[in-house]
């Protein structure tokens, strides 16, 4: 029957090589990208780490500016869980302010002189390992 009405048989698809050549793109894609987004994190790490260096340098000096009861050199810090308290002034007048340290930090430590803040920022997971030494921040008075 050979009818205008009659439906045809034809059966189209991929065939077996078009869909290899399209897993090796995919493939190839992979390889490429992964690489570079690891990478993309360890520089976010550095750059978490050098901003929470900066507002520690900056809460430091503005609280030896603000307080009257500050020698100049007595700013100091200590580390809790992702939170930095810094401290400036003697036990009577002392201010005091918080600066959140989100992960990857693991530990900050901070000292004061007549003409340097320096804190010192320990974290894993960056482009150089931290953990151990930390990475020094400094800035003039």
């Known amino acids: 029957m050979n009818n205008k009405y009659s439906m045809k048989n ?3 698809g991929f065939t077996l090589i078009e869909l290899l ?9 992979a390889a490429v990208l992964i690489p570079n987004l690891l990478g993309a994190r360890a ?4 750059t978490a780490a050098a901003s929470v260096g900066r507002n520690v340098l900056n809460a430091m000096a503005a609280m030896e ?3 009257a009861s500050s020698t100049g050199a007595d700013a100091n810090c200590t580390y809790a869980t992702n939170v930095v308290t810094v401290k400036s002034g003697t036990a009577v007048g002392a201010e ?13 430590a901070c000292a004061s002189t007549a003409t340097t803040y320096t804190v010192t920022i320990k974290y894993k997971g960056g ?3 931290y953990g151990t030494t930390g990475k020094v921040y400094t800035s003039a008075k």
Do not use: F, M, Q, Y
């Open 10 to 12: 034809n059966t189209e």
């Open 21 to 29: 050549i399209v897993i090796a793109i995919i493939g190839i894609l």
């Open 43 to 46: 520089k976010a790490n550095d």
């Open 65 to 67: 500016v603000g307080n």
């Open 96 to 108: 005091t302010t918080s600066v959140n340290a989100p992960a990857p930090i693991t530990d900050v």
């Open 127 to 129: 482009t150089t390992d």
